[in-house]
């Protein structure tokens, strides 16, 4: 729900869970009758149950992600009370299954979920017996039990197209239009991601990385445009761009296809060049989402990003050249960082000043090497990451501001980045 997410409402770039609709495509093609309830833009969960209770359904599936924990679990002691079912699905739970099987659900779909909810369903229907499924986690003996483990699909190709007739696409057309003057959707053109970086938790798709065929990622996008006339699409993949001659395929079919639309993509620096970057240009590619992470190259490094800082700059000049805006994340209080190392990061930023940046806490989420050797109180206390976080992400803000206001080379605003650095490093203090 957006009420639960601030972040998300202060950008409102809300889409449709793609999870939950290609469930209900792969169901639907089994015989299936399959309803959906989109929670993003409701004040509360009272739609929920009342679905429960004028449908009645066999099973409800909860897609659960790490920002809707709590009313996931909700929901699940709300089909269960009715004896209903419950089975939760998505990164959240595949991780932190023993809390979802606390009561709360009857069954954890962990990975990648077609199959799976192909096969959970004819169990159901047929008796209680689900151990003989792959890809489950269930209570036996009072302990959770994970059955033997689920291969991910070889041909996503074969995979239906999401089953997007289930959702109601106003609510997003009216909050996307009203903020940014357009109306966007996605889609999704491969799965998974085969790099190491430390903090990235990837517990449905791991690290495979498959493409579809771009035949099919273009019968989709007509598809889309054609019935929902969307004026930009996000690929939701978490990295677009990783199979380079796949990636100038695409942009060929997409402007051979004379689509009036443009593009989003999320995308690794070290994976760009400029002829990759005028293609995509030229193919309607509007923004690029980088994982920029930080400006130090300790860090980076600590981080397993695999990236060479002193390209970073080189790339994000070549993205701007090729016309496409550029929106980089960035990660403050990573284990280890200092406040040398966010100099470097605001350094880095308000030299090459990218069109839009968010930021995050360094987060050690289950199933991470970053979780395995993190402290579980390392977030508290007014010295703590948190407080420094806190601090260094208005610091960048307030000098990404006077960079683009006064810029670089104006006497007030270096005199105004000298306070922000003198009063950080009085609050925030220095480690190391």
Same mark, same amino acid.
């Not at 995050?360 to 979780?371: D, E, F, I, K, Y």
């Not at 007014?382 to 960048?396: C, E, S």
């Given at each position: 729900?957006?009420?639960?997410?601030?972040?998300?409402?202060?950008?409102?770039? +809300?889409?449709?869970?793609?999870?939950?609709?290609?469930?209900?495509?792969?169901?639907?093609?089994?015989?299936?009758?399959? @309803?959906?309830?989109?929670?993003?833009?409701?004040?509360?969960?009272?739609?929920?149950?009342?679905?429960?209770?004028?449908?009645?359904?066999?099973?409800?599936?909860?897609?659960?992600?790490?920002?809707?924990?709590?009313?996931?679990?909700?929901?699940?002691?709300?089909?269960?009370?009715?004896?209903?079912?419950?089975?939760?699905?998505?990164?959240?739970? #595949?991780?932190?299954?023993?809390?979802?099987?606390?009561?709360? &659900?009857?069954?954890?779909?962990?990975?990648?979920?077609? #199959? !799976?909810?192909?096969?959970? $369903?004819?169990?159901?229907?047929?008796? +209680?017996?689900?151990?003989?499924?792959?890809?489950?986690? %269930?209570?036996?003996?009072?302990?959770?039990?994970? !059955?033997?483990?689920?291969?991910?699909?070889?041909?996503?190709?074969? %995979?239906?197209?999401?089953?997007?007739?289930?959702?109601?696409?106003?609510?997003?057309?009216?909050? =996307? !239009?009203?903020?940014?003057?357009? /109306?966007?959707?996605?889609?999704?053109?491969?799965?998974?991601?085969?790099?190491?970086?430390?903090?990235?938790?990837?517990?449905?798709?791991?690290?495979?990385?498959?493409?579809?065929?771009?035949?099919?990622?273009?019968?989709?996008?007509?598809?889309?445009?054609?019935?929902?006339?969307?004026? @930009?699409?996000?690929? *939701?993949?978490?990295? $677009? +761009?990783?199979?380079?001659?796949?990636?100038?395929?695409?942009?060929?079919?997409?402007?051979? *296809?004379?689509?009036?639309?443009?593009?989003?993509?999320?995308?690794?620096?070290? $994976?760009?060049?400029?002829?990759?970057?005028?293609?995509?240009?030229?193919?309607?590619?509007?923004? %690029?989402?980088?994982?920029?992470?930080?400006?130090?190259?300790?860090?980076?490094?600590?981080?397993?990003?695999?990236?060479?800082?002193?390209?970073?700059?080189?790339?994000?000049?070549? !993205?701007?050249?090729?016309?496409?805006?550029?929106?980089? /994340?960035?990660?403050?209080?990573?284990?280890?960082?200092?406040?040398?190392?966010?100099?470097?990061?605001?350094?880095?930023?308000?030299?090459?000043?990218?069109?839009? &940046?968010?930021?995050?806490?360094?987060?050690?989420? @289950?199933?991470?090497?970053?979780?395995?050797?993190?402290?579980?109180?390392?977030?508290?206390?007014?010295?703590?990451?948190?407080?420094?976080?806190? =601090?260094?992400?208005?610091?960048?803000?307030?000098?990404?501001?006077?960079?683009?206001?006064?810029?670089?080379?104006?006497? $007030?605003?270096?005199?105004?980045?000298?306070?922000?650095?003198?009063?950080? #490093?009085?609050?925030?203090? @220095?480690?190391?």
């Amino acid at each position: 729900m957006l009420r639960t997410d601030p972040p998300e409402r202060r950008g409102m770039r +809300p889409f449709a869970p793609l999870g939950p609709l290609y469930i209900g495509a792969v169901l639907k093609e089994a015989g299936h009758d399959v @309803r959906f309830f989109d929670a993003t833009f409701e004040k509360d969960l009272s739609g929920f149950e009342e679905m429960l209770g004028s449908w009645k359904p066999d099973i409800a599936g909860v897609y659960s992600t790490f920002l809707s924990k709590a009313g996931a679990l909700r929901m699940g002691d709300m089909a269960r009370q009715r004896g209903i079912f419950a089975v939760a699905g998505g990164p959240e739970s #595949s991780v932190n299954f023993e809390q979802y099987l606390d009561g709360h &659900f009857n069954a954890v779909v962990v990975g990648e979920g077609e #199959s !799976t909810a192909v096969e959970l $369903l004819a169990a159901v229907e047929k008796g +209680p017996e689900l151990a003989g499924i792959p890809g489950l986690v %269930i209570m036996s003996k009072g302990k959770p039990v994970a !059955t033997q483990k689920r291969e991910m699909a070889p041909d996503i190709d074969n %995979i239906p197209f999401p089953l997007r007739a289930m959702a109601d696409f106003e609510p997003y057309r009216k909050a =996307w !239009t009203a903020r940014h003057g357009f /109306f966007a959707m996605n889609i999704m053109a491969s799965r998974g991601c085969p790099f190491d970086c430390d903090f990235c938790s990837r517990p449905v798709f791991g690290r495979s990385h498959r493409t579809r065929t771009v035949g099919k990622v273009m019968d989709e996008i007509t598809l889309v445009v054609d019935k929902y006339r969307p004026q @930009r699409i996000r690929f *939701s993949d978490d990295i $677009l +761009p990783l199979n380079r001659k796949w990636t100038l395929e695409l942009c060929g079919a997409i402007r051979d *296809s004379g689509l009036d639309i443009g593009f989003e993509c999320l995308a690794r620096m070290d $994976l760009m060049d400029r002829e990759l970057l005028a293609v995509m240009g030229k193919a309607g590619f509007k923004k %690029i989402y980088y994982g920029v992470e930080s400006g130090s190259q300790r860090v980076l490094d600590a981080m397993c990003k695999g990236t060479d800082v002193e390209n970073i700059p080189k790339i994000a000049r070549l !993205t701007r050249d090729a016309g496409i805006e550029q929106h980089w /994340f960035m990660m403050l209080g990573y284990p280890g960082e200092r406040q040398a190392d966010v100099e470097k990061t605001i350094a880095l930023m308000t030299g090459s000043l990218p069109e839009e &940046f968010s930021t995050t806490l360094a987060n050690p989420m @289950r199933g991470t090497p970053l979780h395995s050797r993190t402290p579980q109180d390392s977030n508290t206390g007014i010295g703590g990451r948190r407080f420094r976080y806190l =601090w260094n992400n208005f610091r960048m803000h307030a000098q990404m501001r006077l960079a683009r206001s006064l810029g670089k080379a104006n006497p $007030l605003g270096k005199g105004a980045t000298g306070i922000l650095r003198c009063i950080s #490093s009085a609050m925030a203090g @220095r480690e190391g």
